[in-house]
Nanobody, 115 residues
Framework: QVHLVESGGGLVQAGGSLRLSCAASGSASRVNVMGWYRQAPGNQRDFVASITSTGNPNYADSVKGRFTISSDNDKSTVYLEMNSLKPEDTDVYYC?????????WGQGAQVTVSS
């Protein structure tokens, strides 16, 4: 079992920045992919960014150049640095952990960008 705890969401004006954190605890595998997805009420959950346990990042086109994903393997934590935020980035952001055997989701962190 892997438990994910997200933090760092909040309210920011357009053009501002926020950093999300996701700490994994429990039986986390050393070989995994952690990432962020976002979802608005009534919509599907969309991919934002991911990073492998070897440090390879991947981004959705909509956030390339604005968001940066990073990880601290010693702390089993993944971060999402969000810059130049836009009102359309407003969503609930979910952390995802995926290993060969299992997938887990965090509880979600609200990000609201005002215009």
């Amino acid at each position: 079992q892997v438990h994910l705890v997200e933090s760092g969401g909040g309210l920011v004006q357009a053009g501002g920045s926020l950093r999300l954190s996701c700490a994994a605890s429990g039986s986390a595998s050393r070989v995994n992919v952690m990432g962020w997805y976002r979802q608005a009420p009534g919509n599907q959950r969309d991919f934002v960014a991911s990073i492998t346990s070897t440090g390879n990042p991947n981004y959705a086109d909509s956030v390339k150049g604005r968001f940066t994903i990073s990880s601290d393997n010693d702390k089993s934590t993944v971060y999402l640095e969000m810059n130049s935020l836009k009102p359309e980035d407003t969503d609930v952001y979910y952390c995802k952990y995926r290993s060969i055997l299992n997938t887990y989701w965090g509880q979600g962190a609200q990000v609201t960008v005002s215009s």
